[in-house]
């Protein structure tokens, strides 16, 4: 096990009056527990808002959970850490962004992105070595070894994705959190990109925790899958279990709304998605989906559902069960 949450919650605090006094919460993850494993691909599904990015930057340490445990071998590592444990962390956990436009910094040349991270952990003591290992990485991101003095904006988006993947996978990260990391690109482009991130995932035996709204690319790229709604997990399990057998009615309506994913010949249900979610400040009282689901009885309105079932498929829902 590579990095385990437990009961992990996110709230945002909302400020409003001259003091800017907290007024309310912005829910944004409730209770998660996740577990991602040596060389395996988790992916995360579910609509906008839904708390996926939120996930992604708590996993990383770039927002400090509210409550909860996130344990990284053996660390609790939601807690202030010693500077020696926070520098293993940041080494193993990386996190490649969706817009390769804004995550690289214009005013550093390829070489200095590269290389950024590979000072900051004094992996080389010779400026020859460091440079070879830099065209090497650049190389096996398919970009060539004479970009190294290019600037961020004499690239594609494709090509800036590829550097942002150089960067990431510079110290042989364990884990990358990877944010919709194909949503900002040409169509052309996006399978280019999954496909590296896949041949990358066997050749250095990484992870990737896998966000993504794309129902095609996550069920490509994923071994275990967690679909998420208004902060909460309504369903997980082994991808294809889940994808070919969905049981909460959010994850059958979400595949109902892919028809690339869901042919009309293998149509699941006939849930559909209607409105918007509910607001993450004022979640309703029982289950998450119940102002949207057109098979909740009352109990649902009532009692939040808690996740059932084995560990290869799970679902928080009072109608289907594993
Ligand atoms: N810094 C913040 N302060 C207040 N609220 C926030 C903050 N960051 C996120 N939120 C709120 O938390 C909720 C979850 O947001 P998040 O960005 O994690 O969702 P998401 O599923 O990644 O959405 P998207 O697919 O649009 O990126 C949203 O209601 C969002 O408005």
Known sequence: MIISLKKVKKYFPIRSGVFLQISGWVRALEEIDLEICENETVGVVGESGCGKTTL????????????????????????????????TFRRSVQMIFQDPFNSLDPRMTIADVVKEPLEAHNV?????????????????????????????????GGQRQRIAIA???????????????????DISVQSQ??????????????????ISHNLDVVYHMSDRLIV????????????????????????????????SWNPEEKRLSRIKLSGEPPSPVNPPEGCPFSTRCPVK???????????????QHKVACFIGEV
């Open 56 to 87: 992604g930057r708590v996993v990383a340490k770039i927002l400090q959970p509210t409550a909860g445990e996130i344990n990284f071998s053996g660390v609790d590592i939601s807690k202030k850490l010693p500077r020696q444990i926070e520098k």
């Open 124 to 156: 080389f003591s010779s400026k020859k070595e460091q440079e070879e290992y830099i065209r090497e990485l650049l190389s096996k991101v398919g970009l060539h070894g004479e970009y190294l003095s290019r600037y961020p904006h004499e690239f594609s």
């Open 167 to 185: 960067r990431a996978i510079a110290l042989k990260p364990k884990l990358i959190i990877c944010d919709e990391p194909t949503s900002a690109l």
């Open 193 to 210: 990109i999954i496909n590296l991130l896949q041949q990358l995932r066997e050749e250095y035996k990484m992870s990737y925790l896998f």
């Open 228 to 259: 998420m709604y208004l902060g909460n997990v309504v369903e997980c399990g082994e991808a294809r279990e889940v994808f070919e057998n969905p049981v909460h009615p959010y994850t059958k309506a979400l595949m109902e709304s892919t028809p």
């Open 297 to 311: 009885i009352e109990r649902c309105e009532k009692e939040k559902p808690v996740l059932l079932g084995n560990n």
